[in-house]
């Protein structure tokens, strides 16, 4: 699959106002607003079009799966400092478009900070090509990465360019046995800390924390926060990524994104705590989440749930009239016939 | 001297009319029209570009803000926002026809919260100011822009500036977690939280570098990171130009990334040492400044890579500062590079392209031909671990002619940069200095997907209008003078 058949495919949509789903490998099927539109498959349009690993980039088509992106990389020592979750597949399109970080977000930063380029194919089968191969690049608004996280409504990725980074020299995975109110507590202090903390996770009185660096850093801190060595921490960290873990099972999960420092609501059904505290995710039908994660300077996401349920609820907390009012007006400038995932982030564009 | 041609669009603005709506919602002392007054607002760093406004307010509270704005609006007047006017792009020149609005009184650090690691200020705090407030609480605010000292936190984020940290520590962009912006309908918008993400697009991303364009910002939440325990520089010595620049290739491709890793080459080291003495290596072809932060033990196994891997790179000297009095020495230098370069000539203009870091060499001896080719020195400074190159054109604005040529060779050096797979700027902004060079870099189609995001925000083009980026017509009559290899570029645009 060519770029010219992509944008054939979205040209001839826009004339006929045909409304396209942007479909990779379909690992994310579940996550956002209900599916629907003709499918405009892109998972063909793949390959790596550029690694430079002294210059710190990668670019690829938008169908590359992750895997073989994060096995160019190990080759020579760099990783997706990001670590996104591979679910079944993962393309690399799907990765930005959906923006969803892994562990080391709290470390590393989110997809979105590691977005140097796209070239985007917009609602009426224009190319477009933002950002660039460079790690500073202030010309023209930011587009790249506006693009992360849009969920497809912006426009078709074909293609992106992500900053990567070297592995770290080393690692040591800790566990301490703690509470949820504890394990906060304690996240936010180490945070303050020039530790070397590249993941956290807390399930069910147990915290696991996770350091990368230099050896030296890895040692010393180890030293000095004590726990128990975790067995086959590689393997933790996967399931955490994944969402394989038991803590992510279940019907209905909720994602609450929320100052690290905010306590725990009154909330029944906590699963999981990550990124510092900053990451939280609940099981259940719960009626008063999105108030509470408000109230809490944050937002929670109904990450998975049955159709019914999105269907009711919306994926994502409700934006105020003049942000979505905003919204409208960005999605038409980028898609002026609103053919492209449409209702994807939320019903209304 | 200025060589603008009319901003664009053009306004007609009611001076007497625009002054009598000013004075009804602004008290006296927060708002300036006589010519007098005006007169120290008329450029900002960038002072080869100069215009008179007809008013400038400095407004005290965000209702301020907002009145002023609305009745921008409503009267059709242009709003140009400004924070300290150290921009090096000219994005807060003013407009003949229009208004500047100074946030220079929003200089209140509104909240430093030592556990969840944030600040909130107001957008004319000064970089420094943060994180000197940070500091009892061994936090600080990772971008550092060489202007610190005086640059404000709304200007950071109009220009989503740099430093020499940015390589480990990112951009303003990968440390702002959340802004307050007032449209130019006046309409408030939060964007941003302090939590990891937010519902909907990342709008931070798109209005953070947007050169006030999009809105005006009132508040800013930033992220504060833990001060590292130490800090220590390499200091290598290359004969050789290429070499310095495989060197930097080599720590990266060894798995290091350095807080810091500077070049400067020959003629830069040679204006800043007299003035710094800083014990460069004068018979250098070009130093690098390596720096390693973290803990003592995490220092010391850095440092002891990358001097291997720079003794294997063919430096021909080598020193890591002993002590932090000398590290600072080592750094003053090339903190100083531009007034130490100000000492030698009259005037020097300050470039900031970025190139892929392998393309070093080849930038370079392009800069030494173009030296001869408009008979200017050019002395460069380099933030090599992310590729962002600052040559800097030394003129002297007295003579006629001088500054035409140090323009047209600022120009060729942007133009190569977009060549060698790089862009025109790398922190300073588009502002009205690059506003040609911008139609090298991107094509019609992407300039008027700029065009349509601008006006989802700001419909009738009234902020900071002629600015960041181009119209297609400008581009136009650009292409004319710049036709490359026969093709001329918007061939479906007429020519005049």
Known sequence: MQLDDIVSAVRSAHESHTPLRIRGAGSKDFYGGLLAGEVLDVAAHRGIVAYEPTELYLTARCGTPLAEIEAALAEKGQMLAFEPPHFSGATVGGCVAAGLSGPRRQQAGAVRDFVLGVKLVDGSGQVLNFGGQVMKNVAGYDVSRLIAGSLGTLGVIAEVTLKVLPRPVAEQTLVFAMDSGEALQKLNQWGGQPLPVSASFWHEGRLWLRLSGASAAVETASRKLGGTPAVSPDQHWISIREQTHPAFSGDILWRLAVPSTAPCPGLDGLRAIEWGGALRWYAGEQAAVRGAASRLGGHAVLYRAPESLRCLEGAFAPLSPALLALHRRLKKAFDPRGILNSGRLYAEF | ?496
């Not at chain 2, 200007?155 to 520590?169: D, F, I, M, R, T």
């Not at chain 2, 939440?221 to 590292?228: E, M, N, Q, S």
């Not at chain 2, 933030?383 to 140090?406: C, F, K, T, V």
């Open chain 2, 1 to 496: 001297m200025t060589a603008m041609t009319p901003a664009e669009p053009s306004f007609q603005t009611d001076r007497a009319a625009l002054a009598q709506r000013l004075q009804l919602i602004l008290p006296a002392h927060c708002l300036l029209t006589d010519e007098e007054d005006l007169r120290p607002y008329e450029c900002d760093g960038l002072t080869a570009y100069r215009e008179l406004p007809m008013a400038v307010c400095l407004p005290e509270t965000e209702g301020q803000v907002i009145d002023v704005l609305r009745n921008c609006h409503q009267l059709g007047v242009p709003v140009v926002a400004r924070g300290a006017g150290t921009g090096l792009s000219g994005g807060a020149m003013p407009h003949a026809q229009g208004v500047v609005l100074s946030l220079a009184r929003f200089n209140k650090i509104l909240r430093v919260d030592r556990e969840a690691r944030l600040a909130v200020v107001q957008p004319g705090v000064r970089n420094l100011a943060v994180s000197e407030a940070a500091a009892p609480f061994g936090l600080y605010y990772a971008p550092d822009p060489s202007s610190q000292i005086a640059c404000t936190l709304g200007g950071n984020v109009a220009e989503n500036s740099g430093g020499v940290h940015c390589l480990k520590y990112g951009l303003t962009v990968h440390n702002v977690l959340r802004i307050r912006v007032v449209s130019i309908e006046g309409e408030v918008f939060e964007i941003g939280s302090e939590a990891p993400d937010a519902p909907g697009y990342d709008l931070l991303a798109l209005l953070i570098g947007s050169e006030g364009m999009l809105g005006v910002v009132t508040e800013v939440t930033v992220k504060l990171v833990p001060k590292p325990e130490l800090a220590q520089v390499v200091m290598a010595s290359f004969n050789d130009v290429a070499k310095a620049g495989d060197a930097v290739a080599s720590i990266i491709a060894a798995g290091i990334i350095p807080a810091g890793l500077e070049m400067m080459d020959k003629p830069a080291t040679a204006a800043v040492e007299p003035f710094v003495k800083a014990g460069y290596d004068l018979n250098a072809e070009a130093i690098l400044l390596c720096e390693a932060d973290g803990t003592p033990e995490e220092v010391a196994e850095e440092i002891a890579r990358v001097t291997e891997v720079l003794n294997a790179a063919g430096a021909s000297d080598i020193r890591v500062s002993q002590s932090e009095a000398e590290r600072l020495r080592f750094w003053a230098g090339r903190k100083a590079a531009f007034p130490a370069v100000g000492r030698i000539t009259p005037d020097y203009y300050c470039m900031d392209g970025t190139i892929p870091r392998k393309r070093l060499a080849e930038m370079l001896s392009a800069i030494a031909v173009m030296e001869k080719k408009y008979g200017l020195r050019c002395a460069n400074v380099f933030h090599a671990g992310d590729g962002n190159l600052h040559p800097l054109i030394m003129y002297d604005a007295s003579q006629p002619g001088n500054w035409e040529r140090a323009e047209a060779f600022g120009a060729e050096i942007l133009e190569l940069s977009v060549a060698l797979g790089g862009s025109i700027t790398g922190e300073h902004g588009v502002g009205i200095e690059k506003i040609n060079q911008m139609c090298s870099q991107y094509a019609p189609p992407e300039l008027a997907a700029f065009h349509r995001i601008k006006a989802v925000f700001d419909e009738t083009g009234l902020l900071n209008p002629g600015k960041a980026v181009p119209s297609l017509h400008r581009c136009a009559e650009y292409g004319r003078m710049h036709v490359h290899h026969g093709d001329v570029k918007f061939p479906e645009l007429e020519r005049f």
